[in-house]
């Protein structure tokens, strides 16, 4: 089945230690976006690609970087993750179309002790 | 500034129907979508408004009038399965979703 797919489900770090996650799709999508997503909030984007053409939200904290080595995979790299850094991290992808739908993999929790 | 107005929290019946509204001010629209959230997972999606009216899919339904800048999820014959929360996103003018906060369901026997 297509489908977009996060690895750890889970990731605990400590404090300051480098930490990253990972996505990978097997639809073929032109777009991958992440997301941060705290309790109770609505999801908050933080990056997204249009193929290789990578856009960065103006209030992205500088601590969050990402690739996308190919067009399957990309990877959120959190260089010193903070206490206020502990969410939920969302993957996505879509076609490419202005509109098109934004299809969500599981996510990835992370806890920073 | 741009937002989008859900209420935090409702409550129905199952077997029930149920209405959530979703009310957003954004520069420029291009369309607008529900998803449905479980706890601890990602969100799904569930359905997309460009026009005015009300689109039916299964149990669900939503409404939108633009005029108004409004929409609202109806889910009817509520399952137990449906407690989840109902994220509203606002698609802008340069093609960025808009997020609201969701709406926490709570479905009681």
């Not at chain 2, 409702?10 to 420029?28: D, K, L, P």
């Not at chain 2, 997972?41 to 460009?50: D, G, H, I, K």
Request: charged letters at 15%; glycine letters at 8%.
């Amino acid at each position: 089945d297509a489908m977009v797919i996060q690895n750890p489900r889970y990731q605990v770090t400590q404090f300051g230690k480098p930490v990253t996650l990972s996505c990978s799709q097997t639809l073929n999508h032109n777009v991958m976006y992440w997301y941060q997503q705290k309790s109770s909030q609505a999801p908050k984007l933080l990056f997204h690609y249009y193929d290789k053409d990578f856009n960065n939200e103006a209030d992205t904290p500088d601590n969050f970087q990402s690739r996308r080595p190919n067009t399957s995979f990309c990877f959120l790299d959190i260089r010193s993750p903070g206490l206020g850094d502990a969410a939920m991290y969302l993957c996505a992808t879509s076609r490419g179309g202005a509109t098109d739908t934004q299809y969500f993999g599981p996510g990835t929790r992370l806890t920073v002790l | 500034g741009q937002n989008i107005d859900q209420p935090t929290e409702m409550t129905a019946t199952e077997g029930a129907i149920v209405q959530i509204n979703c009310t957003y001010q954004t520069s420029g629209f291009n369309g607008l979508f529900w998803y449905q959230q479980h706890a601890g997972e990602a969100p799904t999606f569930l359905s997309y408004n460009v026009l005015d009216g009300l689109e039916e899919k299964g149990r669900f339904s939503s409404f939108l009038s633009r005029s108004k800048g409004y929409s609202y999820l109806l889910l009817k014959e509520l399952q137990m399965k449906d407690s989840a929360s109902y994220l509203c996103a606002v698609m802008d003018s340069n093609y960025q979703l808009i997020w609201g906060a969701g709406t926490k369901l709570i479905i009681k026997p």
